[in-house]
């Protein structure tokens, strides 16, 4: 078998265990979705801290704001928002299914758009920030964003915000949503590996390595930024759209602008799997909820601290993760040539 | 000839510190002009000048006509000036190629460009340029892994697969080996008569700068000292003095 056949009947085989998957593991469809979600979080942080060196860990406004847009369009589109969220499930508001499914796909649109629109508006502010400045910046426009989403009555303010329920059993939701999130990944997937080999997946690795080199050779460097943060809010945001679906009632601080949460866990599982690789970020997503739910179930009341020694390890001994080690000591299988005088001074020096 | 570069009265103060006073020289389109000068004397911040690193506090600087003072640093790369580091500066974690590949004319892409994959051509291009600097056995290592004088040569070609107009280079042969210096000044005339590359050049050496700039300017102290051809350079007392010392 070529390593081409190999390559592809690699590719197949993840593509029928994802459609599978739910029916392997039934007891595990909600696992199984979430993990899909931590992949496309991880995916797409990945974006601007690994390939462009921009570490943000303000993505979540993205995630958050994406479940907002996502109600306020499903629900905007058949009630007035401000009345539906004053009522607090009060009053009487039914979605017929057709409405349901409307909102469901114009909802989820105007939830990546919107994202992919703020993320050209605040970039051009924060990209003047550089390294920590940038995280730190990042950080509060997650933080400010959900303390005025939780002051903001029309959205249904600290209370939250309830969507309409899945039109079918209980089971075909989980399925339903599990094979949105499965979907939007691999669409994810296929467009970072293909954006990667383009000449802009080049400019963005050069801003990472040098961004003063890039200038000075004559790059666009803020449209770069700019177009990849975009690029990575949509899909952030379309993942929290389909967070809304999932959970149908959700609150602005813990669940949609949950900065130590997932804001953090989208970092750490980029840091386990490795920064600036392609495969990386899904391993590192994939190790990391395996790991937090078996210490959220097994070790419950010790899971924090579990999660912050995991932290402190990755960090300390692993900087480059997984995928970097590999790369490290494993060169020729991602196609890169090392002199054998660099490798014996590299081997004799470790 | 016509003057390509035109630097007219620029005055530059860190602080307390006057970097450039009341500088003017120009650059004639073609021509390979050198720009010499002690540690010290003004000549790397008068080249930051120019491509836009920082504001200057008076006078004007023109390029082909037009004033580009205001400009950035990209915006200036894009027009077809560009500069090399005293430092080199490349992108340790790629090879070669991949260096070069990035260095490709963003000025002459449309948007649509960046979204496709680099051409055979421009592969060909990039192993080309390696061979004519020498590095062709290399082009697949990790540019990080390079000796200082290669990543230094790798600049060089870098900056030729952003087909400039005026190609300001700071200090090209400092920390090459000296065997090295003659074949890489045989590169650098080449880029200007083959290439068709006009070269503003930064050098300590004086025997490489006599050798190929035709017109050379010397600072000191962050003013303009002397001007001329290197004969007249060379035989000049002030610059002499300069260099040795005397005030």
């Known amino acids: ?350 | 000839m016509s003057t390509i570069i035109d630097v007219s009265h620029v005055s530059k103060t860190f602080g307390g510190v006057v970097a450039n006073k009341n500088i003017s020289l120009t650059v004639e389109k073609g021509a390979i002009t050198g720009l010499i000068g002690p540690n010290g004397s003004g000549k790397t911040t008068l080249f930051n000048s120019i491509v836009g690193y920082h504001p200057i506090d008076a006078g004007s600087i023109k390029y082909e006509g037009r004033e580009i003072s205001a400009m950035l640093v990209p915006e200036i790369a894009r027009l077809g000036l560009l500069r090399t580091f005293q430092q080199t500066r490349i992108y340790g974690a790629m090879n070669c190629v991949e260096n070069m590949l990035i260095s490709m004319p963003h000025r002459k892409m449309r948007f649509l460009d960046a979204f496709r994959r680099n051409s055979r051509q421009d592969r060909e291009r990039a192993e080309h340029l390696l061979e004519f600097v020498g590095l062709y056995e290399k082009r697949l290592l990790r540019s990080g892994s390079l000796s200082f004088g290669q990543q230094k040569l790798l600049e060089f070609a870098m900056a030729l697969m952003n087909e400039p107009t005026v190609l300001l280079l700071d200090e090209p042969t400092a920390g090459i080996n000296p065997t090295l210096i003659n074949g890489l000044i045989d590169r650098l005339i080449k880029a200007n008569t083959e290439f068709g590359i006009t070269l503003l050049i930064i050098e300590h050496n004086m025997r490489v700068i006599m050798n190929m700039a035709e017109t050379i300017y010397c600072l000191a102290h962050g003013e303009l000292l002397a001007a001329g051809t290197a004969e007249e350079i060379q035989n000049n007392q002030s610059v002499i003095d300069a260099y040795l010392g005397a005030h």
């Not at chain 1, 739910?22 to 979600?37: D, M, N, V, Y």
């Not at chain 1, 994406?66 to 009053?91: K, N, P, Q, R, W």
């Not at chain 1, 249904?156 to 989980?174: E, N, R, T, Y």
């Not at chain 1, 299988?333 to 660099?342: A, C, L, P, S, T």
């Open chain 1, 1 to 350: 078998m070529t390593m081409a056949q190999k390559k592809w009947l690699f590719y197949a085989l993840i593509i029928a265990f994802t459609l599978f998957a739910p029916f392997i593991f039934p007891a595990f469809r909600t696992q199984l979705a979430t993990l899909w979600l931590m992949i496309i979080v991880a995916v797409t942080w990945d974006m601007t801290g690994g390939q462009m060196g921009y570490n943000s860990l303000g993505n979540i406004f993205f995630y958050g704001t994406g479940m907002y847009v996502a109600a306020v369009v499903t629900i905007g589109l058949v009630y007035d928002v401000g009345e539906y969220t004053g009522a607090a499930g009060g009053g009487k508001y039914a979605f017929t299914d057709a409405q349901y499914f409307t909102g469901l796909v114009l909802g989820t649109i105007a939830a990546g758009v919107f994202c992919a629109l703020s993320a050209l508006v605040l970039g051009y502010v924060l990209f003047g920030l550089r390294g920590p400045y940038f995280a730190i910046g990042t950080l509060g426009v997650a933080i400010a964003a959900g303390e005025l989403v939780s002051n903001w009555d029309w959205v249904g303010g600290g209370q939250g915000i309830a969507l309409p329920v899945f039109p079918g059993d209980f089971d075909s939701a989980k399925l339903f949503i599990y094979y949105l999130f499965a979907g939007t990944g691999v669409v994810l997937f296929i467009f970072v590996k293909w954006l990667y080999a383009t000449r802009f997946g080049a400019a963005i690795n050069a801003i990472r390595d040098d961004e003063e080199k890039a200038e000075a050779m004559g790059l666009h460097t803020l449209m770069y930024k700019l177009m990849t943060w975009a690029m990575s809010a949509f899909f952030v945001g379309v993942a929290g759209a389909i967070s809304a679906f999932q959970l149908i009632h959700f609150e602005p601080l813990e669940t949609a602008y949950q900065t130590i949460n997932l804001g953090i866990f989208m970092v750490v599982c980029v840091l386990l799997g490795g920064k600036g690789t392609l495969w990386g970020p899904v391993i590192g997503a994939i190790l990391f909820h395996i790991f937090k739910e078996v210490t959220w179930n097994y070790f419950l009341g010790w899971q924090w601290v579990a999660l912050g020694a995991l932290i402190v390890i990755t960090v300390v001994y692993f900087q480059d993760g997984l995928m970097g080690w590999l790369q490290h000591r494993k060169p020729e299988w991602f196609g890169m040539r090392v002199e054998k005088r660099d490798r014996l001074a590299q081997e004799a020096s470790e």
